[in-house]
Nanobody, 126 residues
């Protein structure tokens, strides 16, 4: 079955950098667009970034644009989220998600995604 496993979360200070990873199995990774979402305590899950199946098209939420970088390595079945300039408001559980793509695009709505990981906690202290 399809599995998405996030890793790399942790506790960091304001202004630090951190990279979270998501390893996929049970699917043909290169056929799936990928996304990162996050959910803070008491808040709804929100979109962070997305990447098309080839990596050619990328999109970011306004709140992270210029600070976060999404990338993927199709040979390793892995998608990454490099985070820099972290702020306390970035504290959340970060989830990766996958959607079968037929149109070489990215997807920014959680409802569009078929598969989800279990999440990794990122905590930014002030």
């Amino acid at each position: 079955q399809v599995q998405l496993v996030e890793s790399g979360g942790g506790l960091v200070q304001t202004g630090s950098s951190l990279r979270v990873s998501c390893a996929a199995s049970g699917l043909t990774f290169g056929l799936y667009a990928m996304g990162w979402f996050r959910q803070a305590p008491g808040k709804e899950r929100e979109y962070v970034a997305a990447i098309s199946r080839s990596g050619a098209t990328i999109d970011y939420a306004e709140s992270v644009n210029g600070r976060f970088t999404i990338s993927r390595d199709n040979s390793r079945n892995t998608v990454y989220l490099q985070m820099s300039g972290l702020k306390p408001e970035d504290t959340a559980v970060y989830y990766c998600a996958a959607v079968r793509d037929y149109s070489r695009r990215y997807y920014y709505m959680a409802s569009q995604y078929n598969y989800w990981g279990q999440g990794t906690q990122v905590t930014v202290s002030s």
